[in-house]
């Protein structure tokens, strides 16, 4: 089993910055990648960001350019910088184990409020 802790978040103006932690713990060894998701009130979970135990990232066309994810070990951080407004949601950890078939783990969310 894998816990995730996300911390970090908070209310930020236009055009500031955040770094969000996830801190990993449990059976961290089967973990195959990691990454960010967010949802927004009244959308669906969407996909922020990636990364794999080889290193490789990716990210959605949104944030590409502002945000940044890293590892460390246990830790996974994501770096916003250039917020906007439409980047305020819930930001969710997320880790994957398994290889031919994905199981997901999840962090309670961590609240990013950007205003105008």
């Known amino acids: 089993q894998v816990q995730l802790v996300e911390s970090g978040g908070g209310l930020v103006q236009a055009g500031g910055s955040l770094r969000l932690s996830c801190a990993a713990s449990g059976s961290i060894f089967s973990i195959h990648a990691m990454g960010w998701y967010r949802q927004a009130p009244g959308k669906q979970r969407e996909l922020v960001t990636t990364?794999?135990?080889?290193?490789s990232t990716n990210y959605a066309d949104s944030v590409k350019g502002r945000f940044t994810i890293s590892r460390d070990n246990a830790m996974v951080y994501l770096q916003m910088n250039s917020l906007q407004p439409e980047d305020t949601a819930v930001y969710y950890c997320?880790?994957?184990?398994?290889?031919?078939?994905?199981?997901?783990?999840w962090g309670q969310g961590t609240q990013v409020t950007v205003s105008s």
């Open positions: 997320n880790a994957v184990v398994g290889t031919g078939i994905p199981f997901h783990y």
């Open positions: 990364i794999t135990n080889s290193g």
